[in-house]
């Protein structure tokens, strides 16, 4: 244990800190988040799929099924009214074929009393810029609509309503801002906590450019919630890699730092003086020279 005493480190114990916290936010703000967002891609785009197949509904049938729900977005319904005379309110900031441009919402009495807002469809600003042009009143008499329920968009506090131009004018499709806007109740359409609206269909009495159906993709979502998981399981792998990889320097350098052993010197045998060779005596070497007597 005492080799790991390193980890109490200031340094160390602020990295292990912003790994955990990493790996905390990864496995419940970051992936959860990009998932969920699948999740709600897919939803909507089930609803699309299955509103193109199915064929229309009486709107008074969504708004007696309070039950419906989110479950009623998207979903296709006819309404049989008129329009309320001098209802013209205009969403700003809109584009249409890439230039500036409105949506122009209206408000529509039911036979049976009630009230709808209803999004008219997409209108181009004056050449390019972003000066609404003059919008054609919605048609007299009662009229049979066709369209998509749609969520409203809620509101932002510092975006208030206004008028310009001539027209009311708003930054987003709130039944209830709405109301407010044009002094008169209008009913949400079941569609979400913030009640809905009607979008028209293209063709439709009184319609202009209805918004494109967004397209049916997934999107990246789910990628990205998979990345963030793996990226919670690397970090914490990553600080151990980290952990093992100080532990080897260490050792390397605590070996380095060791004295290497002394080795014996291995003993030299002792010097022997070269054995001189006897000399013959005299009586050898005549012996050897003359020949020794036989007699």
């Known amino acids: 244990m005492r080799r790991l005493t390193f980890l109490l480190r200031p340094s160390w ?12 936010l990864c496995f ?16 909507r785009n089930q609803l699309i799929a299955d509103s193109v197949r199915a064929d229309p ?13 989110d479950h009623s977005e998207w979903r296709r319904v006819t309404a049989t009214g008129s329009y309320l005379p001098d209802s013209t309110v205009l969403v700003r900031l809109r584009h249409l074929d890439g230039a500036p441009g409105y ?16 999004d008219r469809g997409l209108v181009a ?21 066709e369209g998509r329920i749609r969520m ?37 359409i079941p569609a979400g906590e913030r009640g809905g609206y009607l979008e028209l269909s293209e063709n439709q009495p009184g319609a202009f450019t209805p918004s494109p159906l967004p397209q049916l993709d997934a999107g990246p979502y789910l990628s990205y919630g998979l990345q963030w998981l793996a990226f919670g399981v690397m970090a914490p792998l990553g600080l151990g890699y980290f952990v093992y990889a ?29 054995t001189t060779p006897a000399q013959p005596t005299t009586e050898a070497r005549l012996a050897d020279r003359y020949g020794r007597n036989r007699s």
């Open 13 to 24: 114990l602020i990295l292990a800190a912003l790994v955990a916290a990493f790996a905390y």
């Open 28 to 43: 419940t703000v970051l992936a959860p988040w990009q998932l969920g967002k699948n999740t709600a891609t897919e939803h």
């Open 57 to 69: 509904v009486d709107v008074t049938t969504v708004l007696d099924d309070t039950a419906s729900g």
């Open 103 to 118: 949506a122009v919402l209206a408000a529509f009495r039911l036979t049976d009393g009630r009230t709808l807002l209803v």
């Open 125 to 145: 600003g004056v050449d390019g810029t972003s000066r609404p042009p003059q919008i054609q009143q919605a048609p007299e008499g009662e009229q049979r609509l």
């Open 152 to 188: 409203s968009e809620g509101v932002s506090a510092d975006k208030t309503p206004l008028t310009q131009d001539g027209y009311r004018q708003v930054y987003s499709i709130d039944t209830a801002q709405e109301s407010e806007v044009l002094g008169q109740p209008l009913t949400p």
């Open 246 to 274: 100080e532990l080897r320097e260490r050792r390397k350098e605590k070996a380095a730092a060791q004295p290497a052993p002394i080795e014996p010197t291995p003993t030299e045998p002792a010097a022997t003086e070269p």
